[in-house]
């Protein structure tokens, strides 16, 4: 087995941990959907990213079903979504969040330049990681979005 399955096996066994020490039992109805929002957004932009030939990934899991990364866009990258939204500052000024959105977006670039550059799980060139900026920018921004409005919605019909 090669070293990259290695770290693929690792992502799963180390990110439930870490969400589970991480997700405030009052906050799990909020993070569920923010992760399930972010798996469909990460997967549908990445399955057209793929067929456009602008992201690459050589070694994954189910190569014989699609040519994407499946640990990347299921599991990895949806796990920092829910930490940024559970650390969202809710009454902060705008750049105040701001900087939480570019901070969060720096961190998951910063892991698909550490992923490119020390395995193979996914092929990373600048204009990948331009395009990924403005790409999972648009997602933490869906995604927070989304989940207010559906904690919002389950808020209101549980109080009438």
Request: proline share 0%; no cysteine.
């Given at each position: 087995m090669n070293f990259d399955y290695y770290v693929m096996i690792l992502f799963w066994i180390v990110i439930p941990i870490i969400l589970w020490k991480v997700i405030p039992r009052s906050r799990i109805r909020e993070a569920i959907a923010a992760l399930l929002v972010f798996q469909m957004l990460t997967?549908?932009?990445?399955?057209?990213?793929?067929?456009?030939?602008l992201l690459y990934s050589p070694i994954r899991f189910f190569e014989e079903a699609t040519t994407i990364n499946f640990t990347m866009e299921y599991l990895l990258f949806p796990s920092v979504a829910v930490l940024f939204y559970l650390k969202f500052p809710q009454n902060a000024n705008f750049t105040r969040r701001m900087v939480h959105y570019l901070f969060w977006v720096g961190?998951?670039?910063?892991?698909?330049?550490?992923?490119?550059?020390?395995?193979?799980?996914?092929?990373?060139?600048?204009d990948h990681l331009i395009r990924s900026f403005f790409n999972f920018l648009i997602e933490l921004w869906i995604c927070r979005h989304y989940v207010l409005w559906v904690t919002e919605q389950f808020e209101t019909k549980r109080v009438s």
């Open positions: 997967w549908l932009f990445s399955i057209g990213l793929t067929y456009a030939g961190v998951i670039l910063s892991i698909m330049i550490l992923l490119g550059t020390f395995t193979n799980l996914m092929v990373v060139r600048l």
